[in-house]
Structures are given as structure tokens and as C-alpha cells.
């Protein structure tokens, strides 16, 4: 079965600082992984994705990712947080194997604050 | 130009009631899906259509009844509503096989009192 572990519930950084929001993610096979965003009540945004192609990953707003098969670790990096940074961050699975409408499996979840 | 849009975007209703969330997405997908995000956060597939084929059904009352007139509309009815049914609904749709990434729509928080 497919699962993503997110190992930081909240984290919390300085406005100009890095960001890091770390994923693990369980698979039998090379899975589809993604990031999303979700801005205080609003609906989500994809971030980034990882499809088998290149490991690492750039997104919108400056955000990235790298995919280690070897570690099975999919973080989300940013070399400079803004106060709009501020949500909550999805780590998410897609199964291999896909056909029509395959769920995505989400991880709990990791709050980002940030401060001035 | 809203890719997936819900209405309404908030509910407040009483326990008993039945109810209906709506979803259209005007991006060309083919499959439509609900999720349910409960208070601590946590996002789970309830429904995925393919065509108008239902395709997932999880382990979800059968109060919960989706519909799918055609496939740019995806509707939730909710006979009944419970306590527990408080939550925010995510409609999500994506181009079947040739897409991995899913568009979500901006969620309908349900409230049930």
C-alpha cells in the first residue's frame, strides 16, 4: 500500500530564512509524488510534482523538491520564506499503476509559520 | 474563469437535514472526485468518476449519494445529516489517465448543528 509520512506537524521559520518541509513516502514501485498548498481557507494548489522524470523538482513560488529513491524522501525546500509562505503543506501520492480516477493519499499535513 | 468551482461555499444546516454541494469544473477533464477533510486536516477520497462512471466508492455512508449528469459536473447529496458529517468538501478533477496532478475547487465547509 501507498502512504506518505510527513515527520513535521508545524514548522516554524523566520521571514528570509530557508524553508524545509520533509515527506517520506512508501511504495512498492516508483510513485507519483506531489506537493500542495492550502492557504488559510482556501481550497489547495498543486506546488510541484514528481513524475519519474527529473529528481528535482521546481515549483511555483520559488518552491522545490528532490526525489531520493534511496532514502524514500521527498522534501519541499525554499531557499527564502515570505510571510505569504504561511499554510499548510501536503505531501501526496499518486499510486503507479494508474488508471481513470485513482485517489490521491495525502499526509497529515505540516503547518509553516512564519515570522518577521 | 474558475477551473473547479463549488457552491455553496458554506453550509450551515441542522442534523436530519438532507442537503446537495455542487461541483462543475471547465477544464475538459474526464474524472471528477470528492474528498472529505476533516477537522485535524486530514484529506481522504470519498467518490471518483471516470465518464460518469462511478469508479472509487470508499467506505462511506450511503447517505452520501454522488451524481454525475454529465462529465463537467460532479454533485454530493447528503440525506440525513449528522453531527459527524461536519466537514469541508473538496471537489477535484483531473484528465484521467493522461494526468496525474488533480485541480481542486475551493472546498464547501459544512457545518451541521
Known amino acids: 500500500a501507498q502512504s506518505v509520512t510527513q515527520l513535521d506537524s508545524h514548522v516554524s521559520v523566520s521571514e528570509g530564512t530557508p524553508v524545509l518541509l520533509r515527506c517520506n513516502y512508501s511504495s512498492s514501485y516508483s510513485p507519483s509524488l506531489f506537493w500542495y498548498v492550502q492557504h488559510p481557507n482556501k481550497g489547495l494548489q498543486l506546488l510541484l510534482k514528481y513524475t519519474s522524470a527529473a529528481t528535482l523538482v521546481k515549483g511555483i513560488n520559488g518552491f522545490e523538491a528532490e526525489f531520493k529513491k534511496s532514502e524514500t524522501s521527498f522534501h519541499l525546500t525554499k531557499p527564502s520564506a515570505h510571510m505569504s509562505d504561511a499554510a499548510e503543506y501536503f505531501c501526496v501520492v499518486s499510486p503507479p499503476g494508474r488508471q481513470a480516477g485513482t485517489a490521491l493519499i495525502f499526509g497529515k499535513g505540516t503547518t509553516l509559520s512564519v515570522s518577521s | 474563469d474558475t477551473a473547479v468551482s463549488q457552491t455553496p461555499k458554506y453550509l450551515v444546516t441542522q442534523m436530519g437535514n438532507d442537503k446537495s454541494i455542487k461541483c462543475e469544473q471547465n477544464?475538459?477533464?474526464?474524472?471528477m472526485y470528492w474528498y472529505k477533510q476533516d477537522s485535524k486536516k486530514f484529506l481522504k477520497i470519498m467518490f471518483s468518476y471516470n465518464n460518469k462512471e462511478l469508479i472509487i466508492n470508499e467506505t462511506v455512508p450511503n447517505r452520501f449519494s454522488p451524481k454525475s449528469p454529465d462529465k463537467a459536473h460532479l454533485n454530493l447529496h447528503i440525506n440525513s445529516l449528522e453531527l459527524g458529517d461536519s466537514a469541508v468538501y473538496f471537489c477535484a478533477s483531473s484528465s484521467g489517465v493522461s494526468s496525474y496532478e488533480q485541480y481542486f475547487g475551493p472546498g464547501t465547509r459544512l457545518t451541521v448543528t
Open positions: 477544464l475538459g477533464h474526464d474524472t
